[in-house]
Each structure stands twice: as structure tokens, then as C-alpha cells.
């Protein structure tokens, strides 16, 4: 089984529409991530939290939150979706300070 | 302003030569750098982490470097194969250590037979 899952894959909303994604980790870590991912763009930070109690903004955090419900999982909400921000979104773990990430397998959302 | 640059969007080269993959950055003074292999519609896959106290890491055909007075770093594939082919992605933390990451674009490799 894979050490970090996202759900769902692939998703197509349409504007205005509530959305989110889930991540979910077996690795223990308790640093996880959301990655936005544009061509062209590279891969943008949007969230993160260093454990349970601890959310922090990323570089592109206006329209989305996030939810830590347990070490092993970090959900990315879209309040209100728009068609900017359709991309491919990946989550990530990491153990300690030195950063090392571990991705998982991205969701790709498209949103009319 | 801080910037991380991979020099090249594409590179292509024949099997069987080394790649030279550039990372130069500005404003930041990392305490180390890492490199990430992603395919195709796939998550980022870790290769190697260099401290800044470190000039050269190697890992089987992997070798990167990393130079602070230059703020660059550079990753060589050798004996390169048409399975290396793929985007290769450059990152650094951002204040130091203790911080999330800041990636740069990616260099897409195309190794051909």
C-alpha cells in the first residue's frame, strides 16, 4: 500500500462549488503539505502544518483551507471553487527538520 | 527579490553521456538543497539532499554539487539512460533550515537512444 494517499484522484466541479481534497499518510510523520502544480508555474506551497495544533500559510493560501484532523491526515478545502485553480495538487509528509518530502500520487481537478 | 532558477526548461542528450542539470539561486541561504525526480502526472520522487557544508554527494550514477559562493548547485546523471528521462527538480529550504521547502520549475531530461 502506498505510505501517502490522496482522494480523489481526479475531480471535475464546476464554479462556486465547495470542494475537498483528502490526504492520508502511514508514514507517522507529523510535517505534511499542500502543493499546487501549474506547467510552467512548478510546485507552489498553499498550506502546511509541522503537527496536530500547528497551520500555516503557504505562498498561495487565498482561496483554500485546510483541516490537520489527526497526524495521519491533512484535508485541502476549496470554499468556492474557480476555473484558476484548476491544477494538479499534491500533498506531502516529511519527518523532521531537514525536509525530505515524501508525495503523494496528486489529485488532478479541473473546475468548469 | 528570492529566486531559484533551473537554467533550462529541456535538455535532451544521447544514451550513454553524463547530464548536467543547473540550479542557481539568489537571496537565500539555504542549509541544504535537494533533488526530486518526477514523471509524468506523478508525485515528486527524492533523490539526494546536500548540506551547505558539503561540496559533492554521490549516489550510484547520481552526483550533485552545491556551491555557496556561486549559489548553485549541479546534478550530473552519468551513463545516462532513456529510463532517466523525466523532470528533475531542485529545492531548498527557505529561512535556513526548519523550513518548508521552496522548489524550483524542473528541468525536463530527455535521454535518447
Known amino acids: 500500500d502506498a505510505d501517502v494517499t490522496q482522494t480523489p484522484r481526479n475531480r471535475i466541479t464546476k464554479t462556486g462549488k465547495r470542494i475537498m481534497l483528502e490526504c492520508s499518510q502511514t508514514k507517522g510523520h507529523d510535517r505534511m503539505y499542500w502543493y499546487r502544480q501549474d506547467p510552467g508555474l512548478g510546485l507552489r506551497l498553499i498550506y502546511y502544518s509541522f503537527d496536530v495544533k500547528d497551520i500555516n500559510k503557504g505562498e498561495i493560501s487565498d482561496g483554500y483551507s485546510v483541516s490537520r484532523q489527526a497526524q495521519a491526515k491533512f484535508s485541502l478545502s476549496l470554499e468556492s471553487a474557480i476555473p484558476n485553480q484548476t491544477a494538479l495538487y499534491f500533498c506531502a509528509t516529511s519527518p523532521d527538520a531537514m525536509e525530505t518530502q515524501y508525495f503523494g500520487p496528486g489529485t488532478r481537478l479541473l473546475v468548469l | 527579490s528570492q529566486k531559484i532558477e533551473q537554467n533550462s526548461e529541456a535538455l535532451n542528450i544521447q544514451e550513454g553521456k553524463t547530464a548536467t542539470l543547473t540550479c542557481n539561486y539568489t537571496?537565500?541561504?539555504?542549509?541544504?538543497l535537494q533533488w526530486y525526480r518526477q514523471d509524468p502526472g506523478r508525485g515528486p520522487v527524492f533523490l539526494l539532499l546536500?548540506?551547505?557544508?558539503?561540496k559533492e554527494k554521490r549516489k550510484e550514477r547520481l552526483k550533485v554539487t552545491f556551491d555557496t559562493t556561486l549559489k548553485q548547485s549541479l546534478f550530473h546523471i552519468t551513463a545516462s539512460q532513456p529510463a532517466d528521462s523525466a523532470t528533475y527538480l531542485c529545492?531548498?529550504?527557505?529561512?535556513?533550515?526548519?523550513?518548508?521547502?521552496?522548489f524550483g520549475k524542473g528541468t525536463r531530461l530527455s535521454v535518447i537512444a
Open positions: 529545492a531548498l529550504d527557505r529561512l535556513g533550515g526548519n523550513t518548508p521547502l521552496v
Open positions: 546536500i548540506r551547505e557544508n558539503e
Open positions: 537571496n537565500y541561504s539555504p542549509a541544504y
